[in-house]
């Protein structure tokens, strides 16, 4: 998220900025102490990067997950139920949703698929984390990484 705006001036001053994947190439754990440090890492910048992502890619994402979790609760509802069409109807919703993300999870890192089947799990903790880095960043404007406790300024945007 920190190379954003340096992009930005990089750009403005006529200079190219290449970005190349490491798939197959680089391999890497990113945040090898655990999910604290995950936690950490992710709420110093979640909330202010999204700021740089395109209204209507913010929104279908939104949208997305939001599908996502409600095919989770179709599953319950089409069990309260026990009518066997909307059983049959929320387990290929689910699935649909669970290959997708699977999906995406092979282009992005190593993830193990049988993990992946608790997406609405995953995005339950994604959306926490968002709405963490947003209170910390936003409100508080202090995060913490790596033991440090960090004050933001006022964000300038170069555009």
């Known amino acids: 998220m920190e190379n954003i705006d340096l992009g930005k001036v990089l750009l403005n001053e006529g200079i ?13 754990r990113m945040y090898p102490e655990g999910y604290r440090s995950l936690a950490e890492g992710w709420s110093k910048s979640f909330f202010s990067g999204s700021k740089n992502t395109h ?16 095919s989770a609760i179709f599953i319950i509802y089409s069990m309260v139920t026990g009518k066997f ?17 699977v999906g995406m999870a092979k282009k992005a890192g190593d993830f193990h698929s049988w993990l992946l089947i608790f997406y609405p799990l995953l995005f339950g903790y994604f959306i926490l984390l968002f ?29």
Not at 16 to 28: A, T
């Open 85 to 101: 069409i909307l059983i049959l109807l929320s387990f290929i919703s689910y699935f649909i949703y669970y290959y997708q993300f």
């Open 16 to 28: 190219s900025v290449y970005l190349y994947g490491g798939k197959g190439n680089l391999h890497f």
């Open 55 to 70: 209204p209507f890619i913010l929104m279908g994402t939104g949208l997305w997950i939001t599908g996502a979790f409600v």
């Open 131 to 159: 709405t963490w880095s947003a209170i910390k960043t936003h409100l508080f404007k202090r995060v913490s990484r790596k033991g440090r406790e960090i004050r933001l300024k006022e964000e300038k945007h170069v555009d």
